[in-house]
């Protein structure tokens, strides 16, 4: 294993142009001919479209086209779908409504694209598009999940009556009930995930080109997942053959899940190039962004935690309403069912479990998966219910968690998964005595001698990544398959290209990638390059979400490296004279072993491309495919702790320490991993303590920037604490688990419970802002 090999903290290969400069984004795109796109937006949340008037935009300077959603129609062009069905409890298909990538005759929520304008510039873009004229006769909008379930409610699709998009259950409600009306306690909570909104860094942008004298269509776009982007747009959408079109995903500033989706965007961009004979490139502004990125979690929860004599849990029944906007977005029916209802488990041996999850249409922007994408819902769930039920119990929060936790593996939950290995224990041993819990009531009282309240709360997470296998999955309604490609191309000066499905937007592939082929063949990380995000270089692969980079992606690495190790030592054994089970690769060479006889990695490779001289029938040239279909997910796992003190005379919550153990099995790169972690707990902290969309009465989206919509800032958060025990994952060759999410499923509950803690009482929602906390501490229950 060279220095710069699996293990080593080798910085970012791919920052020297981040940080000069020099990344290439779409907007930074120019083809010859290229115009520039506005959208006309729909300012109402629920209306009928009467009448489009475009003359006085087509007059406009500089306008190229003015198109609207009956000409896209006319066209052919299909509407968004859902790419994964799920079935209520009655067997009936989910009811998925139809979503035009132009609306036609209704707009459904505040920013639904109704017209795009293609211009020579973007100023004169913007300024035809506010020249549209649509006359629209309004409906009444309802924005809250539970609200659209009632009565008198509005009725978005006819094809979902009173908004109910399906009723899904899992577990045994059977046994579930059994066991709470059998229970010593019970601990009933009523849990709201708040909804967020994903803001990644680089905004959604789509560059569309039609080449007629090739008949071929290019879309240069912000996405994870460029194959699936090329599968969908021609197989549902019928905007090109698969054959005729290219995505290219270049360097994309950032994701968290928001960029995983085909949005209408992409598919008019590329319809209106053909319609109007230039390239045509769309950039979001953030307003854009807030009003039209699928938003993530808006959960309304109610929970049953069932427990014995001994504070064992018998049973858990967990109902939730999920609010999924406006239309279905591609992953949105997955999201809070079976990335969120199997893993009610938690880190617990619970024998009972049953989760009815019922989703929801209303005049809000669609909602799918967010970093995490439904284990931070049922991770939440699961640690305020652990939490409140040991202040009920009167009993430690911490040994409550220890009682129950699952110690023998593998091990099968009653929703689905099996978890293959872990240990729990060391890591709530890492955080306790990281954090000094024991010294709390210590710091407590120093606080109060100041005029603070202090709090202390912890959350013990388990999440699913690298989502598999595809036999599974497809069982369970997937419309893809969830395996991973990789080909890697060794060169004939011995330099390597390691072509990945996986897409990189911030996790630092480049190098981890790379670090994985040093490691197999000595070779310095200059000489590997990784090529990712280009349906025309790679082949198809099904990208970047889910954590699944390390531990789906990478095993496909894996397999391509060892088909290419054995024929590059049958390769030196003949150069050597010598047996193929005797050569070993060290040090960029191939060597015999227990001799100084070798061949250097790059006159290996030089003579597997001149070849005058391979074993007999050997074919000429070393470059080797593999895909890689996991056998199972893989279960991070962690315990977090944060303490908090809050000012009583503002509300204002500071974090004053915060605690993350984690065990993410075998680790690349542990530079990489912290950044990670680091990302993902400021994430939580923002949605614990600072982030809310928030809709009025008509439908308006009140947080649509970011004077409104508040996010962390680095004084918001204190230096983490990180540290890893790592159980390495059985179900894949490196052992390893994954680690994008984790920060942002294990914080939020950690930071509630550490403010409840300080308040005395659990009357308080997410975000829990200032004026919350301040009212909170006024009112009130004390536990």
């Not at 139809?98 to 639904?112: E, I, K």
């Not at 039609?210 to 994870?224: F, G, I, L, M, N």
């Not at 709090?455 to 388990?462: A, L, R, V």
């Not at 074919?619 to 056998?631: C, M, N, Q, R």
């Amino acid at each position: 294993m060279g220095i710069e090999g699996i293990g080593a903290r080798v910085a970012r290969k791919e920052d020297k142009r981040f940080i000069t400069g020099a990344g290439r984004y779409v907007d930074d795109m120019v083809v010859p001919g290229m115009k520039h796109a506005a959208f006309v937006r729909s300012p109402h949340a629920h209306a009928d479209i009467k009448k489009i008037d475009v003359k006085a935009a087509e007059a406009m300077p500089g306008v190229i086209g003015v198109l609207t959603g009956k000409q896209l129609k006319a066209d052919g062009i299909g509407n968004l779908i859902c790419g994964w069905m799920i079935h209520s409890k009655d067997g009936s298909p989910m009811k998925m409504g139809a979503w035009s990538p132009l609306a036609v005759d209704r707009v459904r929520y505040v920013g639904d694209a109704v017209v795009i304008v293609v211009a020579e510039t973007k100023g004169q873009a913007r300024d035809a598009a506010e020249a549209v004229e649509i006359t629209y006769k309004e409906r009444k909008s309802v924005s809250d999940a539970v609200e659209a379930m009632g009565k008198g409610a509005p009725q978005l699709h006819p094809e979902a009556d009173g908004n109910l998009i399906f009723d899904w259950g899992i577990g045994d409600a059977a046994a579930a009930d059994a066991a709470l009306k059998s229970a010593a306690h019970v601990t009933r909570v009523e849990i709201v995930n708040n909804r967020l909104v994903p803001n990644a860094m680089e905004p959604r942008a789509a560059l569309g080109h039609y080449d007629k004298a090739e008949d071929h269509y290019t879309c240069w776009t912000t996405s994870q997942n460029p194959h699936v982007a090329r599968l969908v747009m021609s197989a549902f959408y019928n905007v090109a053959p698969e054959n005729k079109l290219r995505v290219i995903a270049p360097d994309v500033g950032g994701g968290f899940g928001s960029k995983i989706y085909i949005y209408p965007e992409e598919i008019v961009c590329l319809w209106a190039s053909k319609r109007t004979g230039v390239p045509v490139k769309w950039v979001a502004d953030r307003t854009e962004s807030f009003l039209t990125d699928a938003h993530g979690r808006d959960h309304h929860t109610t929970v049953e935690m069932g427990f014995d004599k001994n504070n064992k849990i018998v049973g858990l029944k967990v109902d939730t309403i999920a609010n999924l906007g406006a239309y279905m977005s591609l992953f949105s029916s997955a999201t809070p069912t079976y990335l969120y209802a199997t893993l009610l488990s938690g880190q617990y041996n619970i024998p009972a479990i049953y989760g009815n999850v019922r989703t929801v249409y209303t005049n809000t922007a669609p909602v799918d998966a967010y970093r995490g994408a439904g284990r931070p819902e049922a991770t939440y769930v699961v640690e305020r219910t652990m939490e409140i039920a040991a202040r009920e119990l009167g009993v430690s929060p911490a040994e409550l968690r220890r009682s129950n936790f699952v110690t023998q593996f593998p091990h099968q939950t009653p929703v689905i998964m099996c978890y293959d290995a872990g240990d729990y224990g060391a890591s709530l041993d890492a955080a306790m005595k990281q954090a000094d819990y024991a010294g709390f009531a210590k710091r407590k009282s120093a606080a109060a001698k100041k005029g603070k309240v202090r709090g202390i709360g912890m959350s013990c997470y388990i999440e699913a990544c690298g989502i598999a296998p595809s036999a599974a999955v497809g069982s369970l309604g997937a419309g893809v398959g969830l395996w991973e490609s990789a080909e890697v191309r060794v060169n004939a000066v011995g330099t390597i290209e390691v072509l990945t499905g996986s897409h990189s937007h911030g996790q630092g592939h480049e190098t981890t990638f790379a670090q994985l082929v040093n490691s197999r063949f000595g070779v310095p990380l200059d000489s590997v390059s990784i090529v990712h995000g280009d349906t025309d270089k790679v082949q198809m692969g099904m990208g970047t979400y889910g954590s699944r980079s390390g531990a789906v992606g990478m095993s496909a690495i894996v397999k391509a490296l060892d088909k290419v190790e054995a024929k590059a030592k049958k390769i030196a054994a003949h150069l050597l004279e010598a047996d193929e089970g005797d050569i070993v690769i060290e040090n960029g060479a191939l060597k015999v072993a227990g001799t100084d006889k070798n061949v250097p990695w790059f006159q290996m490779a030089l003579a597997a491309y001149t070849a005058h001289n391979l074993p007999a029938g050997m074919e000429p040239g070393l470059k080797e495919t593999a895909f890689y279909d996991p056998s199972n997910f893989t279960f991070p796992a962690g315990c977090y702790i944060c303490e908090v003190e809050i000012d009583p005379e503002t509300g204002k919550t500071d974090i004053v320490q915060f605690v993350a153990a984690d065990d993410f099995g075998n680790i690349i790169n542990p530079m990489i991993v912290e950044g990670q972690v680091h990302g993902g707990i400021a994430q939580g902290v923002g949605q614990a303590l600072l982030e809310g969309a928030v809709y009025d009465g008509s439908g308006q989206l009140l947080t649509a920037s970011y004077m409104d919509y508040t996010m962390p800032r680095a004084d918001d958060l204190p230096s983490f604490q990180i540290s890893t025990s790592n159980t390495p994952c059985p179900g894949n060759p490196l052992g390893i688990k994954g680690c994008g999410e984790a920060g942002a499923i294990g914080s939020p509950p950690a930071v509630i419970n550490a403010i409840t803690d300080a308040l005395g009482h659990e009357n308080l929602t997410m975000p829990a802002t200032p004026s919350k906390v301040w009212a909170a501490l006024r009112a009130g229950t004390k536990h």
